[in-house]
């Protein structure tokens, strides 16, 4: 598969075993579209369009302040606030709150760039992760020896296996029974763990061992939101 920044080689996001592969997939683009806009991009015309009229969350600012040099930050800024004036404040205010204006700015307020793009392109590769699936052979076996799939993707890539034309029906129900057991094995493990925690603090566990549980609270946050505490 040729590798650009839109495509990223499935099997290299499988091979490792370690925590949720669609979290690493996430964590991959994000990182490259972060350094990809204050870089090359930053220049082209097409996009600069695009991101001055989405702006960029909380997180994605923060990332490309602390990545990119601050020149860059302060160009993309410069265009994207003249939008803002052009667009959200008049000359002259009314006499009243405009509601269509008010609602203009709400959307603006949950637009980003950065995340639109992740977005499609997780898509993107998810579609290409049901046909190498569908293919059996050496992904399939990778798929299987994922340690979890985290709460977040679990949803995400059932939610697009299911959509009309993404993926193939005949093997919908084994897709859904390995990946639901990834899921569910994982959560009732943490559980385990997490029960196990608790019970530490009692005087009369006193001298038993943590074990696997030492570490079961950052676990459980980073399987229920997808990110690590």
């Given at each position: 598969?040729?590798?650009?920044?839109?495509?990223?080689?499935?099997?290299?996001?499988?091979?490792?075993?370690?925590?949720?592969?669609?979290?690493?997939?996430?964590?991959?683009?994000?990182?490259?579209?972060?350094?990809?806009?204050?870089?090359?991009?930053?220049?082209?015309?097409?996009?600069?369009?695009?991101?001055?009229?989405?702006?960029?969350?909380?997180?994605?600012?923060?990332?490309?302040?602390?990545?990119?040099?601050?020149?860059?930050?302060?160009?993309?800024?410069?265009?994207?606030?003249?939008?803002?004036?052009?667009?959200?404040?008049?000359?002259?205010?009314?006499?009243?709150?405009?509601?269509?204006?008010?609602?203009?700015?709400?959307?603006?307020?949950?637009?980003?760039?950065?995340?639109?793009?992740?977005?499609?392109?997780?898509h993107h590769?998810?579609?290409?992760?049901?046909?190498?699936?569908?293919?059996?052979?050496?992904?399939?076996?990778?798929?299987?020896?994922?340690?979890f799939i985290?709460?977040?993707?679990?949803?995400?890539?059932?939610?697009?296996?299911?959509?009309?034309?993404?993926?193939?029906?005949?093997?919908?129900?084994?897709?859904?029974?390995?990946?639901?057991?990834?899921?569910?094995?994982?959560?009732?493990?943490?559980?385990?763990?997490?029960?196990?925690?608790?019970?530490?603090?009692?005087?009369?566990?006193?001298?038993?061992?943590?074990?696997?549980?030492?570490?079961?609270?950052?676990?459980?946050?980073?399987?229920?939101?997808?990110?690590?505490?």
């Amino acid at each position: 598969m040729k590798e650009t920044i839109c495509t990223i080689p499935i099997n290299d996001i499988f091979m490792p075993k370690d925590g949720c592969p669609f979290c690493r997939m996430e964590k991959m683009l994000e990182e490259q579209y972060v350094k990809f806009i204050t870089g090359d991009a930053m220049m082209e015309p097409s996009i600069r369009i695009e991101t001055n009229k989405k702006g960029f969350c909380h997180r994605h600012f923060t990332q490309m302040f602390e990545m990119g040099q601050k020149l860059p930050n302060a160009l993309i800024l410069e265009s994207h606030l003249q939008e803002m004036i052009d667009n959200f404040m008049p000359k002259k205010a009314k006499s009243k709150p405009d509601k269509k204006q008010l609602d203009k700015i709400k959307s603006e307020l949950s637009s980003c760039y950065v995340c639109d793009r992740i977005e499609r392109d997780m898509h993107h590769l998810t579609d290409t992760i049901f046909v190498e699936w569908a293919k059996g052979e050496e992904f399939h076996r990778l798929y299987n020896e994922q340690p979890f799939i985290c709460l977040k993707h679990y949803y995400f890539v059932m939610d697009a296996a299911t959509k009309k034309g993404r993926f193939q029906s005949k093997y919908i129900n084994d897709f859904h029974a390995e990946t639901y057991a990834l899921t569910k094995n994982y959560l009732e493990s943490l559980k385990k763990d997490i029960t196990h925690f608790c019970s530490m603090f009692d005087y009369r566990s006193k001298g038993q061992e943590w074990g696997s549980s030492k570490d079961s609270i950052e676990r459980s946050i980073e399987f229920l939101t997808g990110e690590k505490p």
